[in-house]
């Protein structure tokens, strides 16, 4: 099971940017699946959820309306598309799956993470 998420980098605020988690050794669409993010000094936090049925649910309300999760079965592929960045969007951003289907993206609900992919958003 293996989890790679790729798409961090420096943005400015107001800009865009889209992740990508690549799943191998299992399929993504077969469990609840969520981004998480870590700011410096903070704990890690839930921003959007999939649950099994595909019903997404958006966790944190500072990324409504600017974030999007979406899968694409296809590739086996976990995207989160950000816009309107913000300097408090800065973190280590990680996807996650969880074997016991939910829809509220809580750590302790989530069994095997990606190696993260740090977003800086700074002018």
């Known amino acids: 099971v293996q989890l790679q998420a790729s798409g961090g980098g420096l943005v400015q605020p107001g800009g865009s940017l889209r992740l990508s988690c690549v799943a191998s050794g299992f399929t993504l669409d077969d469990y609840a699946i969520a981004w998480f993010r870590q700011a410096p000094g903070k704990e890690r936090e839930g921003l959007l959820c999939?649950?099994?049925?595909?019903?997404?649910?958006y966790y944190e309300d500072s990324v409504k309306g600017r974030f999007t999760i979406s899968l694409d079965n296809a590739k086996n592929t976990l995207h989160l598309q950000m816009n309107s960045l913000k300097p408090e969007d800065t973190a280590v951003y990680f996807c996650s799956i969880a074997v016991i289907d939910t829809s509220t993206p809580k750590r302790g609900e989530f069994d095997a993470w990606g190696q993260g992919t740090l977003v800086t958003v700074s002018s």
């Open positions: 999939i649950n099994r049925e595909d019903v997404t649910t």
